[in-house]
T-cell receptor, first 115, second 114 residues
Framework: KAGVTQTPRYLIKTRGQQVTLSCSPISGHRSVSWYQQTPGQGLQFLFEYFSETQRNKGNFPGRFSGRQFSNSRSEMNVSTLELGDSALYLC??????????????FGPGTRLTVL | AQTVTQSQPEMSVQEAETVTLSCTYDTSESDYYLFWYKQPPSRQMILVIRQEAYKQQNATENRFSVNFQKAAKSFSLKISDSQLGDAAMYFCAYRGKYGNKLVFGAGTILRVKS
């Protein structure tokens, strides 16, 4: 079974631009969660999607948005990029949502650099 | 809100020896899950071990075991017979009974000396 894939793996943008990151979960998984990892703030939860619905959202400004498609693939978008958005963005997929004992599998991440 | 604290930014261990990484957490929930994740230089997050709060027995996975003290809200990871491949950043994480949101600690860098 193929693992979680994230594209692109590396991205360089300039301040003010927008960016879209993609995450394809493991086949059969319907839940996708996104995390931002920075040296200063560590790993922070962005949002969680299940069956095309956002179930939970972290404490991020409205510039961060996401969606999930009917095939469970998810995208996250960051508009009006700031230098502080430079980070590793990780997505994790799982079969279910709303059930605690539910293993999540992480993708390799997208490294975003904002200049 | 739940918080997870890892007070050891960095730890070192000699190959073949044992090391313990510390983690404390704060929650008002009674049922939850705790995890240790490993993140090697490749940045791929790998689940090391999982503990259900309602289980009193400490989880064990080969050379990895935990010491779960629910009353003290403590969840430490013991790595026995350390190997060079264990060198990585280790994150302690909390997840509530419902939902998939993980709350991570700041991480502990583990260095393994040969």
């Amino acid at each position: 079974k193929a693992g979680v894939t994230q594209t692109p793996r590396y991205l360089i943008k300039t301040r003010g631009q927008q960016v879209t990151l993609s995450c394809s979960p493991i086949s059969g998984h319907r839940s996708v969660s996104w995390y931002q990892q920075t040296p200063g703030q560590g790993l922070q939860f962005l949002f969680e999607y299940f069956s095309e619905t956002q179930r939970n959202k972290g404490n991020f400004p409205g510039r961060f948005s996401g969606r999930q498609f009917s095939n469970s693939r998810s995208e996250m978008n960051v508009s009006t990029l700031e230098l502080g958005d430079s980070a590793l963005y990780l997505c994790a997929s799982s079969r279910l949502a709303g059930v605690g004992n539910n293993e999540q599998f992480f993708g390799p991440g997208t490294r975003l650099t904002v200049l | 809100a739940q918080t997870v604290t890892q007070s050891q930014p960095e730890m070192s261990v000699q190959e073949a020896e044992t090391v313990t990484l510390s983690c404390t957490y704060d929650t008002s929930e009674s049922d939850y899950y705790l995890f240790w994740y490993k993140q090697p230089p490749s940045r791929q997050m790998i689940l090391v071990i999982r503990q259900e709060a309602y289980k009193q027995q400490n989880a064990t996975e080969n050379r990895f075991s935990v010491n779960f003290q629910k009353a003290a809200k403590s969840f430490s990871l013991k790595i026995s017979d350390s190997q060079l491949g264990d060198a990585a950043m280790y994150f302690c994480a909390y997840r509530g009974k419902y939902g998939n949101k993980l709350v991570f600690g700041a991480g502990t860098i583990l260095r393994v000396k040969s």
